[in-house]
């Protein structure tokens, strides 16, 4: 099983900055993705940025391309998602999620508020 835990969200003002932290734990050597989901009110979940645990690649929603960043550090076994320029659009409940040969875990998710 793996189990992961976000941290890092909050309100802000249009403009600036955020990092979410997203901690894997359990069965981590099983992991071949991460990635970043949001739900806005009233809206489906849709994909953010995803990211490959080997490093082969990254993929980013077109809103969020140049603005947001995701990485990860192993060691740690942590997955981030830096959001700069903020705008009032990208508030919603962030998600993130791990793929592997156990299926697709989510994390509980942590509420980003960009105030304009």
């Known amino acids: 099983q793996v189990q992961l835990v976000e941290s890092g969200g909050g309100l802000v003002q249009a403009g600036g900055s955020l990092r979410l932290s997203c901690a894997a734990s359990?069965?981590?050597?099983?992991?071949?993705?991460m990635g970043w989901y949001r739900q806005a009110s009233g809206k489906q979940r849709e994909l953010v940025a995803t990211?490959?645990?080997?490093?082969?690649?990254?993929n980013y929603a077109e809103s969020v391309k140049g603005r947001f960043t995701i990485s990860r550090d192993g060691a740690k076994n942590t997955a981030y998602l830096q959001m700069n320029s903020l705008k009032p659009e990208d508030t919603a409940v962030y998600y993130c999620?791990?793929?592997?040969?156990?299926?697709?875990?989510w994390g509980q998710g942590t509420q980003v508020t960009v105030s304009s």
């Open positions: 990211i490959a645990l080997n490093g082969a690649y990254t």
């Open positions: 359990g069965s981590i050597r099983s992991i071949q993705a």
């Open positions: 999620n791990a793929e592997g040969t156990f299926g697709t875990r």
